[in-house]
Each structure stands twice: as structure tokens, then as C-alpha cells.
């Protein structure tokens, strides 16, 4: 079965620096990984996915995202923070051929102006 | 074109009432997945339809909790007999293949209905 752990319930930043945010996932089979953005009282956006293609995956809005199989990693990161970034963000694991996705509990960012 | 369409966006039920939330997946979508979430909570998944088939309800509750997608019309999700624990924002997403959701790598989220059980 597969499994993902966000390490963070909640990240806060200053507007400009750089963002984190901590995934480890747990799949007996080669995984899928994304990562989703929720804004307040929306529905979920795709901000970026892994399929075993390039380990380093870029998404829209300035982020990425590396897979690190040693490390059963695949952090969220961006260079710097806008204030619309602030949202609920979810890692998300599938297995190809398989629904259905399973969610992370979720990390809250927060941005400073 | 329009995105996934769920309605009600909000939906107030007292304990014992009955609980209808409708989704109309995006345009040559066939296929639609329902999601709970929980306060504090990511989404867990519920059931996933295409056309006039229950293709995988594995997360379904067995008691109350029952879903659809007819031939014509949205999907619906039917709460009978909620109770405060229902209190949650359900989500249907869909995708135009289904189970192979990964090849696409998205599925297209509605933005929810939140249900409020008094």
C-alpha cells in the first residue's frame, strides 16, 4: 500500500524568501507523485507531477519539486515567496494502473508581507 | 469550457435528514471520483464512477453513503440519515480516461460542497 507523509502542518515565510515544503511518500511499486495547491473555499489545482521521467519537475508558478528515491523524498520548493502563494498544499501518490490517489494531510502556507 | 460543476456549494442538514450533492464533470469527462475532506484532514477517497458503473467504492462507508452517475445527468452523492460526523467539504473530480488517471496526471477538481450538519 502506499502512503505519503507532509512532515508540516503548517510553514510560514516572509514575502521573497524561499520556500519548503516536506514530503516523504511510501509505495511498494514505482510511484506517481504530485503536488496540489487549495486556496481558501476552492477546489484543488495541479501545481506539478512526477512520472518517472526527469527526477527534477518543475510546475507552474515558479515551483519544483526534486524525487529522491534513496531519500523517499519529493519536496515542494520555490525560490521566493509572493503572497498569493498562500494556500493549502497537498503531496499526492498514485501507482500506475491503480485509484485511487492518496492525499497527504496537507501543509498551510502562510506568507509574511 | 467549463470546469467541474458541483452544487450545492453549501448545504445545511439537521441529524436525520437527507444530504444530495450533484457533480457535473468537465466537458468529455466520462469518469468522476468523489473525495471527502475532514477538517484538518487531506482527501480521502470515496468512489470513483464512470457511466452507470461503480467502478471502485472502496471508500465508501457502508452504511448511509451511496453514489451514481446515470446515463444522463450529474453524479450524485446521497448522505441518508446524516449525522455531525458527515460534516465535511466533499469534493468530485473527473478525468476524460479514468483509472489510468496517472498517464494524465490530474484529475480536475470541482470546488466542493461543504456539508453542515446540525
Known amino acids: 500500500a502506499q502512503s505519503v507523509t507532509q512532515l508540516d502542518s503548517h510553514v510560514s515565510v516572509s514575502e521573497g524568501t524561499p520556500v519548503l515544503l516536506r514530503c516523504n511518500y511510501s509505495s511498494s511499486y514505482s510511484p506517481s507523485l504530485f503536488w496540489y495547491v487549495q486556496h481558501p473555499n476552492k477546489g484543488l489545482q495541479l501545481l506539478l507531477k512526477?512520472?518517472?521521467?526527469?527526477?527534477l519537475v518543475k510546475g507552474i508558478n515558479g515551483f519544483e519539486a526534486e524525487f529522491k528515491k534513496s531519500e523517499t523524498s519529493f519536496h515542494l520548493t520555490k525560490p521566493s515567496a509572493h503572497m498569493s502563494d498562500a494556500a493549502e498544499y497537498f503531496c499526492v501518490v498514485s501507482v500506475r494502473g491503480n485509484t485511487p490517489l492518496v492525499f497527504g494531510k496537507g501543509t498551510r502556507l502562510s506568507v509574511i508581507a | 469550457n467549463a470546469g467541474v460543476m458541483q452544487n450545492p456549494r453549501h448545504l445545511v442538514r439537521r441529524r436525520g435528514q437527507e444530504a444530495r450533492l450533484r457533480c457535473s464533470p468537465m466537458?468529455?469527462?466520462?469518469?468522476v471520483y468523489w473525495y471527502r475532506q475532514l477538517p484538518e484532514e487531506g482527501l480521502k477517497f470515496m468512489v470513483y464512477l464512470q457511466k452507470e458503473n461503480i467502478i471502485d467504492e472502496s471508500g465508501m462507508p457502508k452504511e448511509r453513503f451511496s453514489a451514481e452517475f446515470p446515463k444522463e445527468g450529474p453524479s450524485i452523492l446521497r448522505i441518508q440519515q446524516v449525522v455531525r460526523g458527515d460534516s465535511a467539504a466533499y469534493f468530485c473530480?473527473?478525468?476524460?480516461?479514468?483509472?489510468?488517471?496517472?498517464?494524465?496526471?490530474?484529475?480536475?477538481f470541482g470546488e466542493g460542497s461543504r456539508l453542515t450538519v446540525l
Open positions: 512526477y512520472t518517472s521521467a526527469a527526477t
Open positions: 466537458k468529455g469527462h466520462s469518469h
Open positions: 473530480a473527473s478525468t476524460p480516461n479514468g483509472g489510468s488517471s496517472v498517464d494524465t496526471g490530474e484529475l480536475f
